[in-house]
């Protein structure tokens, strides 16, 4: 576990984190007290919570090899979250050993572990970048370095959108990444869904309330809608656990749903 003593300066570790609590719901060690005391508060209005943190990995670990297994050979990963395995590139190399990725996350501490730890090679990149900003991460040196925006690329929002508010755009958010993307280019969004049970909605609007990102559970037909643009891959918006299963995935309360789309 990081100690407050060894932090740098500019993480603020006195108030909760998503990437952190998200990373002590995994399991991993790169959290602070408030990041736990969070998550045991989430935990108990919404107890299916690390399980469905679970589920999500599998679910990212099922949409990278479809996208590997359908070609694409190169990913920008926004919203990684602190390294946890098997990671994007770990996957797409099973299909083809020279796929590339970007990963990218507005928290800093995201990207000094992710650099340390995944951009191992030059097929690998870890870059700050804030999702909301797509012409500042498209435009990165290392992204257009590793990506060629010619040929087809994935883009892997993976419960992230969820911190984007309603008046930020998220639709004008995804056109623009879209805009950019070669055709055959596939999205994966998923994100919180408010058809989530309100516990558990309730939980996480008092626990971020004094943090500046709030959570927007939004309607499946909202997120739907992000998806302008795509064809979406079969089955359509559904909650992760329905996405392709590959056994019989456990029924949350807490909802994240989404899918895959390909660019025409
Ligand atoms: C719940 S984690 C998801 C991690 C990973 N995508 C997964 O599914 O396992 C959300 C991540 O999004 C990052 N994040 C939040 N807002 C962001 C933004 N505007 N731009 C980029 N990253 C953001 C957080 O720092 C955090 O690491």
Known sequence: ??????????????????????????????????????????????????????????????????????????????????????????IARSVDPDARVAYVDNDPVVVVHADALLATDAGVAAVEGDLRKPEQILGDPAVRRLIDFDEPVGILCIAVFHLVADHEDPAGIV????????????????????????????????????SPVKVTFRERERIRDLFDGFELLPPGVVGIEEWRPERDHPRTRLKIAGGVGVKP
């Open 175 to 210: 056109a623009a990444y879209r805009e950019r993307m070669a055709p055959g280019s596939h999205l994966a969004l998923v994100q919180f869904a408010a058809d989530s049970d309100p516990e558990g909605i309730a939980a996480f609007n008092e626990i971020y309330a004094g």
């Open 1 to 90: 576990m990081v100690g407050p003593d060894k932090a740098p300066k500019k993480i603020d570790t006195s108030t909760p984190n998503h990437a952190r609590v998200y990373d002590h719901f995994l399991g991993g060690k790169t959290n602070y007290e408030a990041d736990r005391l969070a998550a045991a508060r989430i935990a108990e209005s919404a107890p299916d919570t690390p399980v469905l943190a679970r589920e999500l990995r599998q679910f990212l670990v099922r949409v990278v090899r479809t996208l590997s297994e359908a070609g694409i050979r190169q990913f920008i990963d926004i919203g990684t979250g602190i390294p946890t395995s098997p990671s994007v590139h770990e």
